[in-house]
């Protein structure tokens, strides 16, 4: 597996700087994922509180895929992914400098507008540079780049968390960004035009009209939506104030819990690529799916550290094996010449789950229950991989046309 990734990778420099800049960037905002709740706390904070900090930076990256996206068919990829950068450095410096809870808010919705832009970029540009033979592999190997960075990210964040206070690891993820950006600007060239994305794919609305008539596109964005929300409103809202408020857990063991799932799904990324090339993409979809069901439905019942250990290992494991899937059939699905407007709209659809899962989640847990709530993103998620199961057609073979045509 490795030998494999190596040889990819050496055979592909545009993927190296890609894998590079997205790991050097991801893990600065794994490093502010366990400190969140802490720094929303000292304000005064509930569950709620820490849900909208989160939801705020899902609302700036769920107003920002689609422009983005389609000003990278403007002006290319590169430029925008290093504005995208600097928008990173400011927004997470507004909140490491943060007096109150409203600025913090404030600072949070301008990282994610930032996030929006590096990572709607950083995913055109795989799928750029990528066939439908090698998609999965070549989304694969940048979601083992990504997937590690997250991982590693907030044992560290806790760590310094610990030494310094809960303002340094922003502090860190400022500096991360900006060298993302240095790199970016040195050392990445553009990929729009580059392969079997010359053709014209025609007018933008018509791009967007054909996505959102596409009952395929429909279903693996609703994939992309329920993951997301089970990421965003479980692991890194309500997982973390769980433990800190209920099992009275220090942030060292919170973040090695959270970044022990992200390095089990960093450990099975590639894999997951050589399955979903393989086997096909609706192959590495439905498991992953069932195994982030089982993951909350037991971190909604867990009684001790170990289990909570496990039921992360499970989200991990099955995030891993989703995601990457998910990712390659949405990019499968692009009509000739739209990589840019495909994975805006892609993004889109599952950063709604950003804003959608961390207030929801928070609600539910103020107003209800915490085990209640983790029940419910359970639900959520089942919810969308039976209809993916049952109706979703396999992209792996089908040609582009047949595809983009749903």
């Given at each position: 597996?490795?030998?494999?990734?190596?040889?990819?990778?050496?055979?592909?420099?545009?993927?190296?700087?890609?894998?590079?800049?997205?790991?050097?960037?991801?893990?600065?905002?794994?490093?502010?994922?366990?400190?969140?709740?802490?720094?929303?706390?000292?304000?005064?904070?509930?569950?709620?509180?820490?849900?909208?900090?989160?939801?705020?930076?899902?609302?700036?990256?769920?107003?920002?895929?689609?422009?983005?996206?389609?000003?990278?068919?403007?002006?290319?990829?590169?430029?925008?992914?290093?504005?995208?950068?600097?928008?990173?450095?400011?927004?997470?410096?507004?909140?490491?400098?943060?007096?109150?809870?409203?600025?913090?808010?404030?600072?949070?919705?301008?990282?994610?507008?930032?996030?929006?832009?590096?990572?709607?970029?950083?995913?055109?540009?795989?799928?750029?540079?990528?066939?439908r033979e090698n998609r999965g592999r070549m989304m694969?190997?940048?979601?083992?780049?990504?997937?590690?960075?997250?991982?590693?990210?907030?044992?560290?964040?806790?760590?310094?968390?610990?030494?310094?206070?809960?303002?340094?690891?922003?502090?860190?993820?400022?500096?991360?960004?900006?060298?993302?950006?240095?790199?970016?600007?040195?050392?990445?060239?553009?990929?729009?035009?580059?392969?079997?994305?010359?053709?014209?794919?025609?007018?933008?609305?018509?791009?967007?009209?054909?996505?959102?008539?596409?009952?395929?596109?429909?279903?693996?964005?609703?994939?992309?939506?329920?993951?997301?929300?089970?990421?965003?409103?479980?692991?890194?809202?309500?997982?973390?104030?769980?433990?800190?408020?209920?099992?009275?857990?220090?942030?060292?063991?919170?973040?090695?819990?959270?970044?022990?799932?992200?390095?089990?799904?960093?450990?099975?990324?590639?894999?997951?690529?050589?399955?979903?090339?393989?086997?096909?993409?609706?192959?590495?979809?439905?498991?992953?799916?069932?195994?982030?069901?089982?993951?909350?439905?037991?971190?909604?019942?867990?009684?001790?550290?170990?289990?909570?250990?496990?039921?992360?290992?499970?989200?991990?494991?099955?995030?891993?094996?989703?995601?990457?899937?998910?990712?390659?059939?949405?990019?499968?699905?692009?009509?000739?010449?739209?990589?840019?407007?495909?994975?805006?709209?892609?993004?889109?659809?599952?950063?709604?789950?950003?804003?959608?899962?961390?207030?929801?989640?928070?609600?539910?847990?103020?107003?209800?229950?915490?085990?209640?709530?983790?029940?419910?993103?359970?639900?959520?998620?089942?919810?969308?991989?039976?209809?993916?199961?049952?109706?979703?057609?396999?992209?792996?073979?089908?040609?582009?046309?047949?595809?983009?045509?749903?």
């Amino acid at each position: 597996m490795v030998g494999r990734i190596i040889g990819t990778l050496r055979a592909n420099q545009i993927l190296v700087w890609i894998c590079l800049i997205t790991l050097v960037n991801q893990l600065g905002f794994g490093m502010v994922i366990p400190v969140l709740p802490l720094f929303v706390q000292a304000f005064g904070g509930t569950a709620g509180a820490v849900g909208t900090a989160v939801a705020l930076y899902g609302l700036g990256r769920l107003l920002f895929n689609l422009p983005m996206g389609q000003l990278t068919e403007r002006v290319g990829r590169r430029q925008v992914l290093i504005v995208g950068e600097v928008i990173t450095v400011i927004g997470t410096l507004l909140c490491a400098l943060a007096p109150t809870y409203g600025v913090l808010l404030i600072g949070r919705f301008v990282g994610g507008v930032g996030g929006a832009t590096v990572l709607t970029v950083s995913q055109i540009m795989v799928a750029d540079i990528s066939k439908r033979e090698n998609r999965g592999r070549m989304m694969g190997i940048y979601m083992s780049f990504f997937q590690f960075a997250v991982g590693i990210g907030p044992v560290i964040g806790g760590l310094v968390a610990t030494a310094l206070g809960p303002r340094a690891p922003f502090f860190a993820f400022a500096a991360l960004a900006a060298l993302a950006g240095f790199v970016g600007a040195t050392r990445l060239i553009e990929t729009r035009g580059i392969g079997q994305q010359t053709a014209r794919a025609g007018s933008t609305g018509r791009v967007y009209r054909d996505l959102l008539t596409n009952p395929a596109f429909l279903l693996v964005g609703g994939m992309n939506f329920a993951a997301t929300a089970a990421r965003t409103g479980g692991i890194f809202t309500l997982v973390p104030a769980i433990a800190y408020a209920v099992s009275h857990l220090p942030a060292a063991e919170v973040g090695f819990a959270i970044t022990a799932a992200n390095l089990l799904n960093l450990a099975t990324a590639s894999v997951a690529g050589s399955v979903t090339d393989r086997y096909g993409r609706k192959a590495t979809i439905l498991p992953g799916g069932l195994l982030v069901v089982v993951a909350f439905s037991l971190l909604a019942i867990q009684s001790s550290y170990p289990i909570f250990v496990m039921s992360t290992l499970f989200w991990g494991l099955g995030a891993s094996l989703s995601n990457t899937a998910a990712s390659a059939y949405a990019a499968d699905l692009a009509p000739a010449g739209a990589n840019g407007p495909t994975m805006g709209v892609y993004r889109t659809l599952g950063d709604i789950g950003y804003v959608v899962g961390p207030l929801g989640v928070g609600f539910l847990a103020d107003r209800f229950s915490a085990p209640g709530a983790l029940f419910a993103i359970a639900g959520l998620v089942l919810l969308v991989v039976v209809p993916f199961g049952l109706f979703a057609r396999e992209t792996r073979r089908a040609p582009r046309t047949e595809a983009a045509l749903g």
